[in-house]
């Protein structure tokens, strides 16, 4: 790469952060964006859907750690006895159980009656339940029946045994659910934009605003940025927010409503008196 290329490069770069940042307090300037290229909007939107990211990798890298670190300790010496037959679990005893350790939580439920339910709006919690495993990350609660468990028996030897052997290769395991969460979450991010983009047409047309649609999916990619960096903070610090899919769409469409009303209105043509 030459110095050149380096150094529009980084103006490139600088441009983008600009965006985000004049996008999180500035309707103004986001209404601005709607001349811009397609591709450095599809960019921005990719660069938010790593952003929004970042705080379920730092949890899956330290409950991963914690997990390879302590997890055959726990398995041996912590955890009643349990294997899965049949989809089912069986335990050596009829009470739940609970074991808190720095940085987890895991619930073996012996009495069969505990539901994933139980476990929403906790951070880092799973629960061995009668059908599956219920995990909660604090931004929602994820339900894995025992049958999508193959190739090894899930019970306390199966389970340290397995960790024995892939703890080698925990650094591949990271990169792979990182990549796949991020694919999900670029996904969601583009079918969001979408649809906000028709929803901003309705709006310009409502206002008297001229908006096309190609514009409108502009603005509404840069009006995600708040919801979208709110989230990152709460979900960092470990806060749970209520609702949390509907806050992020209000703000959303409220930021797109204030940038469309930015929009001059064209100027209606004088009439012409016989």
Known sequence: MTTIERYYLGVHVLNIFKQFYKSLYSPKDISRFRFQGIGKTILYLFILAFISSIPAMIQIISLGNTVFNEGEEILSNQMPAFEVTNGTLQTETNEEVTIRNSGFTIIVDGTGEMTSEDIEGTVNTAALLRDGVAVSAGAGVQ??????????????????????????????????IFLFIYIIGAGLLFIKTLFFAWIGTIMAKSSERRLVYRQSFRLAAYSSTLPVTFFLITDIVGSVIPFATLINWFVTTMVLYLAIKEIPQPKKKPEVTA
């Open 143 to 176: 339900e894995y029946p025992y049958s999508s468990f193959t190739g090894f028996t899930f019970s306390n030897e199966g389970l340290s045994s397995l960790l024995s052997s892939i703890e080698g290769a925990k650094v591949i395991i990271y990169a792979f």
